[in-house]
């Protein structure tokens, strides 16, 4: 946990948004649905938009396939729910 929360995070190159961006495709991609909500979270906290990850769950599913990408539609739409109500 220490080493890719804390280090791996931390370095340079990218800003969190982007980090959110990559963590979120690569869980997208990969079917990683249990870890998914926490970066869907952190990645609304880092200033991303819903319709910024819809975005980015749309160009995964071009390369990854639809079916973790409808997953991961699903829980965005429950995560954006649960913040607005």
């Not at 220490?2 to 969190?16: I, K, N, Q, T």
């Not at 926490?38 to 990645?43: A, E, F, K, M, V």
Request: no cysteine; hydrophobic share 40%.
């Amino acid at each position: 946990m220490e080493v890719a929360y804390g280090e791996v995070y931390s370095r340079p190159g990218l800003s969190l948004r982007e980090r959110q961006i990559t963590s979120v495709a690569a869980l997208v991609a990969t079917g990683r649905s249990s870890q998914l909500p926490i970066h869907l979270r952190s990645s609304l906290k880092a200033g991303l938009t819903p319709e910024e990850l819809q975005e980015v769950i749309i160009q995964t599913a071009t390369i990854a396939g639809f079916p973790p990408a409808m997953n991961a539609w699903s829980t965005l739409k429950t995560i954006v729910a649960e913040t607005e109500g």
